[in-house]
């Protein structure tokens, strides 16, 4: 590296509110979800059960229950439990166990699932390795693996680089693009930055050390896909849509944009869209840098599958080889 690189590692509160904030996100999000942002409420009403007359998406899935987004980060929790760290082929059953038992999804009903990641995990059932079996044409930058990555925030890298590594090895498994890969590793980079002692401009300096050269070679990103995701104009043209790059620049907005958790999420689902995918990724941002006292307690006594959620921190909190 060009620049001295340093170890990873987020306050153990403001870790577990980032994951919080992912569910509460998500959950907000789910019955806006496929709304354009003309036909969504006003933003102050956003909230986990939509203003009475509003046409929510879901109508079956009762206010409070995350969707994909966050039973996919839960899996991914489960398995830096289970093996220490990104093991491919225990996150491959952790997926496999979601989609056809319901296993991280909340009273095991699984909805929400995308078209790229139901194709990878066909490939998984038929054979194919953990790390090849995400699909890998450039349409095939959908933002499945930018959705659930936060969890690795949740245990402390080495090194930077070993963390944006876990980033790009984890969405392997779902999105074998490098366009994807690399809008994970920014974003965990951002992210990690949040609560840095002296954070300054935190995308900036996740976006310098992703533009430096041997780190780009180390991590085997094409200089392009990593301008594609870095391109400031998509500051103007962001729009809630599935598109990987997209869901980062506008939970980059969204985090920038409110003043607090509550007004980041907002502002995430009033892009409209994929709205419980762009507020999962801008609530775990929003919960690292705001933390879990700035998170209406309406809103956490409202998720719905706590128990669930506290099992797997139970685990996280116990000390190592307790």
């Given at each position: 590296?060009?620049?001295?690189?340093?170890?990873?590692?987020?306050?153990?509160?403001?870790?577990?509110?980032?994951?919080?904030?992912?569910?509460?996100?998500?959950?907000?999000?789910?019955?806006?979800?496929?709304?354009?942002?003309?036909?969504?409420?006003?933003?102050?009403?956003?909230?986990?059960?939509?203003?009475?007359?509003?046409?929510?998406?879901?109508?079956?899935?009762?206010?409070?229950?995350?969707?994909?987004?966050?039973?996919?980060?839960?899996?991914?929790?489960?398995?830096?439990?289970?093996?220490?760290?990104?093991?491919?082929?225990?996150?491959?059953?952790?997926?496999?166990?979601?989609?056809?038992?319901?296993?991280?999804?909340?009273?095991?009903?699984?909805?929400?699932?995308?078209?790229?990641?139901?194709?990878?995990?066909?490939?998984?059932?038929?054979?194919?390795?953990?790390?090849?079996?995400?699909?890998?044409?450039?349409?095939?930058?959908?933002?499945?693996?930018?959705?659930?990555?936060?969890?690795?925030?949740?245990?402390?890298?080495?090194?930077?680089?070993?963390?944006?590594?876990?980033?790009?090895?984890?969405?392997?498994?779902?999105?074998?693009?490098?366009?994807?890969?690399?809008?994970?590793?920014?974003?965990?980079?951002?992210?990690?930055?949040?609560?840095?002692?002296?954070?300054?401009?935190?995308?900036?300096?996740?976006?310098?050390?992703?533009?430096?050269?041997?780190?780009?070679?180390?991590?085997?990103?094409?200089?392009?896909?990593?301008?594609?995701?870095?391109?400031?104009?998509?500051?103007?043209?962001?729009?809630?849509?599935?598109?990987?790059?997209?869901?980062?620049?506008?939970?980059?907005?969204?985090?920038?944009?409110?003043?607090?958790?509550?007004?980041?999420?907002?502002r995430a689902i009033a892009f409209g869209h994929d709205t419980d995918t762009t507020a999962a990724v801008a609530g775990a941002a929003a919960g690292v840098r705001h933390g879990l006292q700035d998170v209406p307690?309406?809103?956490?006594?409202?998720?719905?599958?706590?128990?669930?959620?506290?099992?797997?921190?139970?685990?996280?909190?116990?000390?190592?080889?307790?």
């Amino acid at each position: 590296m060009s620049a001295p690189d340093a170890p990873v590692w987020l306050p153990p509160e403001r870790a577990e509110a980032g994951l919080w904030g992912l569910l509460i996100g998500d959950a907000i999000g789910v019955p806006y979800e496929g709304h354009s942002p003309a036909s969504l409420p006003p933003a102050e009403t956003i909230d986990l059960l939509p203003p009475r007359g509003f046409a929510r998406a879901h109508p079956g899935i009762p206010p409070g229950t995350w969707s994909d987004d966050g039973a996919q980060a839960l899996a991914l929790l489960d398995t830096l439990l289970a093996s220490g760290g990104v093991d491919l082929d225990h996150f491959a059953g952790n997926l496999r166990a979601w989609l056809f038992e319901g296993r991280f999804a909340v009273n095991r009903a699984v909805f929400g699932i995308g078209r790229q990641t139901t194709s990878a995990i066909n490939r998984l059932l038929a054979g194919v390795p953990p790390d090849q079996a995400g699909p890998a044409s450039e349409r095939d930058n959908g933002n499945g693996a930018l959705m659930r990555v936060f969890p690795l925030l949740m245990r402390p890298w080495p090194s930077r680089l070993a963390l944006a590594q876990a980033a790009i090895r984890q969405a392997k498994i779902t999105h074998g693009h490098p366009r994807a890969h690399a809008a994970c590793a920014l974003y965990c980079l951002w992210v990690a930055e949040l609560c840095a002692p002296a954070p300054g401009d935190a995308w900036a300096q996740a976006e310098a050390f992703l533009r430096d050269p041997a780190c780009s070679e180390a991590l085997a990103l094409p200089r392009s896909e990593i301008e594609q995701v870095l391109d400031p104009a998509w500051r103007d043209r962001a729009g809630g849509s599935g598109y990987v790059v997209d869901t980062l620049w506008s939970a980059r907005i969204a985090l920038e944009e409110g003043r607090d958790y509550a007004a980041c999420v907002r502002r995430a689902i009033a892009f409209g869209h994929d709205t419980d995918t762009t507020a999962a990724v801008a609530g775990a941002a929003a919960g690292v840098r705001h933390g879990l006292q700035d998170v209406p307690i309406r809103w956490r006594e409202g998720l719905r599958g706590r128990g669930l959620v506290e099992g797997l921190l139970q685990r996280w909190r116990a000390p190592a080889g307790a």
